[in-house]
């Protein structure tokens, strides 16, 4: 759910959560760079998601601007393994 409201004339925001749960059906995963190094990865079989994030709308003459944030915290239900990222950003519609 991401409901919105009225920010000033013109313009709108909304703020918004939302929670994943995933499944990895590959299992192990293998790289390797230039022939020098291989990374190996096995993620959790199951891991969760949390995020929360913003947006607002705008106009200014024939210009439309949008600017949001999200931040997101996931984890591995089986080693507890963790991580957290973000994403800013601006659109512009001309």
């Keep these: 759910m991401r409901p919105g409201f009225p920010a000033r004339r013109g ?3 909304r703020l ?3 929670a994943n749960i995933g499944h990895e059906f590959l299992g192990k995963t293998t790289a390797t760079v230039s022939d020098i190094y291989a990374f190996s990865s096995e993620p959790d079989d199951w891991a969760g998601e949390v995020a929360i994030g913003g947006a607002i709308d ?3 003459g024939k210009l ?6 999200e931040i997101t915290a996931t984890t591995g239900f089986s080693t507890g393994s963790y991580s ?5 950003g601006l659109k512009v519609k001309f």
């Design 16 to 18: 918004y959560g939302a």
């Design 11 to 13: 313009s709108m925001a």
């Design 84 to 88: 957290y990222g973000g994403n800013l």
């Design 58 to 60: 705008w106009q200014a």
């Design 64 to 69: 439309q601007y949008a600017a949001f944030a």
